[in-house]
Every structure is written in C-alpha cells, then in structure tokens.
C-alpha cells in the first residue's frame, strides 16, 4: 500500500500505481470528498452547460441530420424553422 506525505499548502502526489490503476492523468479534475473518515477522490467529467443542454436534446431526439451536404442542410434548417413559427 503506498504511502503519501501532505506536503506545504496540503499537497499530496497520487503515487504512478494509483494514478495509472485510477486512470487519472494531467488536468483531470478530482472530487473530493470526506467517506466514513476517508478521504476519497473520485475523477469527475465536467461539461460547459450548452454542452450538456445540446447533449440532452440529441437524447431526446430533437435534432435533425446528418445531412450529405451543406445545401441539404441549409433546406432542412429552413424547414425546420418554418415548422417552428
């Protein structure tokens, strides 16, 4: 079991094992939180919210596409929107 040192500011570095079995890697954001006494980090996936907003959408199935070139799409945007009106 690897042992780490809380280092000045509350530094600690993730030993390679941990951070490879983990899959944790440069610019990874960590949640951490506080467990029965434990200290746990949990890698997290953070999205911009009109990310997540047009994810949601295309799971909803409100979309249209794909298109096989851009003068179809521009004739089904246009349909779409007189749709809408």
């Known amino acids: 079991m690897p042992l780490v040192k809380v280092k000045?500011?509350?530094?600690?570095?993730?030993?390679?094992?941990?951070?490879?079995?983990?899959?944790?890697?440069?610019?990874?954001?960590l949640e951490a939180k506080?467990?029965?006494?434990?200290?746990?980090?949990?890698?997290?996936?953070v999205i911009?919210?009109?990310i997540a907003e047009g994810l949601a959408d295309f799971k909803k199935g409100r979309f249209i596409g794909p298109f096989d070139n851009a003068?179809?799409?521009v004739k089904a945007l246009r349909q779409a929107a007189k749709r809408s009106k």
């Open 8 to 29: 000045d500011k509350y530094q600690v570095t993730l030993p390679t094992a941990v951070r490879d079995e983990a899959g944790v890697a440069i610019g990874d954001i």
């Open 48 to 50: 911009d919210r009109g």
């Open 34 to 45: 506080v467990v029965n006494g434990k200290i746990t980090l949990t890698p997290k996936s």
């Open 71 to 73: 003068d179809v799409a």
